[in-house]
């Protein structure tokens, strides 16, 4: 099952780079880069409810949205590769109320060395 992982975002930049390969995956406006690398599963933003940049590998699960309703769910993360990771960066703040984002970012990290040894 993949991981969930929530994170405060303190500074409340919505800026993140691939923990794999360092390449920027979201940009400093907010929204997703046109050319992300091959790490990415998706982004989601949960106010606006759509999923950016999405792997082709999952797409089959995008379609099947009846048993979930979020990428936080037991459903979707147990569905999704097991070497995914799902960082939840999480920011809250006042604006014309109090006002709280999540936006995820899946990442496909590389199997473990000892899987890759077997193909020797
Ligand atoms: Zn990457």
Request: glycine share 6%; net charge negative; hydrophobic share 35%.
């Amino acid at each position: 099952m993949a991981q969930y992982i929530p994170i405060q975002n303190y500074w409340e930049s919505p800026r993140f780079h691939c923990p794999v390969c360092g390449v920027e995956m979201f940009t400093e406006n907010g929204g997703p880069t046109e050319d992300p690398c091959e790490h990415v599963l998706f982004s989601w933003i949960d106010q606006v409810g759509d999923f950016y940049n999405v792997a082709e590998e999952i797409n089959f699960l995008l379609q099947d949205g009846e048993n979930w309703c979020s990428p936080s769910d037991e459903e979707f993360l147990s569905r999704c590769p097991n070497t995914a990771v799902l960082f939840a960066l999480e920011s809250s703040g006042m604006a014309c109320g109090p006002v709280s984002l999540t936006v995820i970012h899946a990442i496909k990290f590389p199997e473990s060395r000892s899987n890759q040894d077997d193909e020797a």
